[in-house]
């Protein structure tokens, strides 16, 4: 049993920082990409029968929604104090919320209401969508909208499909769709026919909101996300795979299951045939503050998820032999993607290799006092940058 006191202790030995560790999830209809340090002999870790491993998620409150073998701690993140066991974040949230978030925050928000992951696939998953509040509500759930970045460390290859088809084409009607439903198992449904595919670029991302249908291609994507894992499959057949109806409806009352009517009514129609759909969604860096001063300061950052409530990201990049205190209004997790140094007092480096189960020094937990008190991070290389992504829950004052 976890008390208050064991997370101030964690608190105080890391001053407001806490050490996690990797958190891997597998998904059993997709193929892992092999780019996110995994060894390759730990790819099934979870068993063949489970998939392969081409998730990790950072600072998770959040169970996996895996079907009847999700392990009970899938999708959780564990706090790994140095002097003391390991714990679950989510049950130091539960303990002392205040403490790590703020009691603001906790008053607010009841919890860290944020789930950032690594996706890391070897081709394209087929075109879904997520449910809004509304519809998520039904089945006891939470909608999801969700962001992309493309970091460029973790994608020196593209893999078989670097393209996302997102929306449907100008002119598609909801009798299009309807027909590709009908069509479900005849093989290929036919659903891509009606879309548009966009060409994947490292370094830039995309917005996409709750009823957007997308069909995730094979850069690795870091998403920022609210903590749900809610979604819809409307797509048959990807790569030849087969996928089953029950990943269409595994979020829909049953008495829906066979709706088709509903299940297409689930899609925000007008923002899936946006014709600017890519003006209206695609999302470029945006400096936190004026290059110059960065430059003079040894480091920048840009905002890599912004202009919506629900979450924020930033990427940090620290220059060789510098050092510079970085303040922020809220709580954040971070994963390293490049370099080594320190941050605060922890050690941190990207790892080469990990093995599953084992410990790295790439993620870490930064309590809201710690942000805004200022953390120092020193780039301890001689030659390579310090690059930090940086996410933040719902209600980051400076993301606006």
Not at 48 to 71: C, D, V, Y
Not at 252 to 269: A, F, G, I, K, S
Request: hydrophobic share 35%; glycine share 10%; aromatic share 10%.
């Amino acid at each position: 049993m976890l008390d208050r006191q064991k997370v101030q202790d964690a608190f105080d030995a890391g001053q407001g920082i806490l050490r996690l560790e990797p958190c891997w999830v597998p998904r059993s209809f997709m193929i892992p990409g092999r780019r996110l340090k995994l060894h390759p002999d730990d790819l099934y870790a979870f068993g063949g029968h489970r998939g392969g491993i081409n998730e990790r998620w950072f600072s998770s409150t959040t169970k996996a929604s895996n079907g009847p073998a999700t392990l009970e701690d899938e999708g959780l993140s564990y706090v790994r104090p140095s002097n003391a066991d390991r714990f679950l974040l989510k049950t130091a949230v539960e303990t002392a919320g205040d403490l790590l978030l703020g009691t603001d925050v906790m008053a607010r928000e009841g919890g860290w209401n944020l789930l950032c992951k690594f996706f890391d696939n070897m081709g394209p998953i087929p075109h879904h969508m997520h449910q809004s509040d509304a519809l998520a509500s039904l089945v006891g759930q939470r909608g999801k909208p969700e962001a992309y970045y493309f970091p460029p460390q973790y994608n020196l290859t593209e893999n078989n499909f670097p393209y996302t088809f997102m929306g449907l084409e100008p002119g598609t009607t909801k009798d299009d769709i309807h027909r590709c439903l009908e069509s479900w198992n005849k093989g290929d449904n036919g659903i891509l026919f009606h879309s548009r595919a966009y060409r994947l670029q490292p370094g830039s991302g995309w917005q996409i909101n709750p009823g957007i249908l997308h069909a995730p291609g094979s850069l690795v994507t870091y998403e920022p996300q609210v903590n749900s894992d809610v979604f819809a499959m409307f797509q048959s057949v990807v790569e030849g795979r087969i996928i089953d109806w029950s990943l269409l409806t595994k979020d829909v009352r049953p008495e829906y299951h066979h709706d088709l009517d509903y299940l297409v009514e689930m899609l925000d129609w007008n923002a899936n045939v946006n014709p600017e759909f890519g003006k209206t969604n695609k999302v470029f860096p945006k400096p936190v503050r004026p290059r110059e001063a960065a430059a003079d300061d040894g480091y920048r950052e840009n905002w890599v998820s912004y202009g919506t409530p629900y979450y924020s990201a930033k990427e940090l990049t620290v220059l060789p032999n510098r050092t510079a205190t970085i303040e922020d209004s809220a709580a954040y997790g971070l994963i390293l993607t490049e370099g080594h140094g320190l941050f605060g007092k922890h050690e941190v480096a990207a790892p080469a290799m990990i093995r599953f189960g084992e410990m790295t020094q790439d993620e870490l937990f930064v309590t809201a006092g710690a942000a805004k008190a200022g953390v120092r991070v020193q780039n301890t290389s001689a030659t390579d940058p310090l690059v930090i992504l940086k996410h933040f829950g719902p209600g980051n004052p400076e993301a606006a």
